[in-house]
């Protein structure tokens, strides 16, 4: 049995030195498969996890206790380009995978032929190899659709204001054993139905000797004789920034790094990679998305049901997914229009709206950097062809709300009316110039600062996910990913990892 080792445990210690087969910077989608896969294999495996663990039972109905306990910089890092967009991280045991909405996709076939033929990839990622591990993990995560009686009516409003378009749409499958619908992905589960990885693949892997030093920070990959050989860590207490004793995790066979499109790279730099090539950090992507909010005569409770449980690929050729998204009241302040007594008096109505959003497969690339005094800088600017998107999506969703019965829907853009009772306002939005700044996006799903490919001079880990740079030092994120999905990305995350995973353990 491995170990949960914080900064609480080494308190006073002056230096933690630890030795692995394999040490995986990063306890999340990527990260947690690993350790998976490589301690039930037999290899021997430590963790480093910047955040602390997400406990159920140290959760707080609020916002702002999930926010502070599992998001990164409290929800406030944010992208910046014309406009400001907000990156929504988990940064906790379990990564985001312990605040998402629990959707899993599979990879779309479309998007894997691109990386096949375009960016080099060849037979490295076989989709029949990919199903193998999606259909193990859809049993070990108990991915289904989440029943009737659990949707809720935010979710079931889509399904009728699709159905009444003729658009195609569906129940979302989801990794949750036994939904009870209280509305709190995104602050975390309350009672742990959600099989994210902090639930699953953590205990897993510790249950077959996995060590994981949670509230720790890696700080840099070190390397012996021209090779990864192990990570240089710190542990920081969450509660007061205190810093504190530093972790050596010595690697036999690898490393891999999975610490997300954002803080990979920053990692990578900070060990001295990619510097000469100058490819670590480039062609960042996202999904960006905007909401829509509908007010209706009776009542929707998005307090109740599953956060996200039903979603419209219709228009995914045109680079669009639609999903619903049950906003809690403080969140829901924060998407309603006006000030004082005005916004006091829509939270009033609140038990009468509905949100749901559209995320784009944005055409957009932008770069992550170190940030003076630490963090990450992230230059990210939509296209005007994205603007174009979103307003399209922005009027679907509108259409979809009146046709489930909305009398009135909030765009959220500027340049509209703050509330509309009709498409005829809506489609203004044709006029409007195709301007990010029109939008208040978010961006949850991050690909591409550290790509995969055959060729050094365009790629920053080679096929089989190692580093062209650094012998045993593997990637095995999203991103590696050459493009965004187009879907949400946590299954082909996973998948991706387990396929590394499974290559180091058969290379010994």
Not at 385 to 394: F, P, S
Not at 402 to 424: I, N, Q, T
């Amino acid at each position: 049995m491995g170990a949960l080792i914080q900064t609480a445990d080494v308190a006073g210690r002056r230096a933690v030195d630890d030795v692995a087969d394999v040490v995986i910077v990063g306890s999340g989608a990527a990260g947690a498969t690993a350790a998976r896969v490589l301690a039930e294999a037999g290899v021997s495996v430590i963790v480093i996890e910047e955040g602390a663990p997400a406990l159920s039972e140290a959760l707080r109905r609020d916002v702002w206790s999930g926010l502070r306990a599992r998001w990164r910089d409290a929800g406030a890092q944010a992208a910046r380009g014309r406009a400001f967009i907000p990156i929504l991280q988990g940064v906790c045991v379990g990564g985001s995978t312990a605040i998402n909405g629990a959707i899993i996709r599979r990879m779309p076939e479309a998007i894997h032929a691109l990386w096949q033929t375009e960016h080099g990839l060849g037979e490295a990622l076989r989709y029949a190899d990919l199903t193998r591990v999606w259909d193990v993990m859809d049993s070990e995560l108990r991915v289904g659709e989440a029943p009737e009686d659990v949707l809720g009516q935010n979710n079931l409003l889509m399904r009728d204001g699709a159905r009444a378009l003729g658009i195609a749409s569906s129940a979302i499958r989801r990794n949750v054993d036994g939904c009870r619908g209280s509305a709190r992905c995104l602050q975390g589960c309350p009672t742990s139905q959600r099989q994210s990885m902090d639930v699953t693949y953590v205990p897993r892997a510790m249950a077959a000797g996995a060590r994981v030093y949670a509230t720790c920070k890696a700080e840099r990959v070190f390397a012996e004789g021209g090779r990864a050989a192990g990570v240089r860590a710190r542990f920081v207490d969450r509660a007061s920034g205190r810093r504190g004793p530093i972790l050596t995790a010595r690697a036999r066979r690898a490393v891999i790094v999975a610490a997300s499109a954002v803080q990979t790279p920053l990692l990578l730099l900070a060990s001295g990679l990619g510097r000469r090539s100058g490819l670590v950090g480039r062609r960042f992507q996202a999904h960006p998305g905007t909401s829509v909010v509908g007010v209706f005569h009776g009542k929707v409770e998005m307090s109740f049901g599953a956060t996200q449980g039903w979603e419209s690929t219709h228009f995914w050729n045109d680079r669009m997914k639609f999903e619903t998204v049950a906003l809690p009241p403080e969140l829901a302040a924060v998407r309603l229009p006006g000030f004082g007594a005005e916004l006091v008096g829509a939270l009033a109505g609140y038990d009468h709206l509905a949100c749901w959003g559209v995320q784009l497969r944005a055409r957009a690339h932008g770069r992550v950097r170190p940030a003076l005094g630490g963090g990450a800088a992230v230059a990210y600017d939509l296209t005007d062809e994205d603007a174009r998107t979103l307003k399209r999506g922005v009027t679907i969703l509108a259409e979809m709300l009146f046709a489930a019965g909305a009398r009135e829907v909030l765009p959220g853009v500027f340049g509209l009316p703050e509330r509309v009772r009709s498409m005829d306002d809506v489609r203004r939005i044709d006029a409007l110039p195709d301007d990010p700044r029109l939008f208040h996006c978010i961006a949850t799903h991050l690909f591409g600062t550290a790509v995969m490919g055959p060729d050094p001079a365009t790629s920053v880990v080679a096929t089989d996910g190692q580093s062209h740079e650094l012998p045993g030092l593997y990637v095995a994120d999203s991103s590696i990913f050459p493009t965004n999905l187009g879907v949400n990305p946590q299954h082909t995350i996973a998948a991706v990892a387990w396929l590394i995973a499974e290559r180091i353990a058969q290379s010994a």
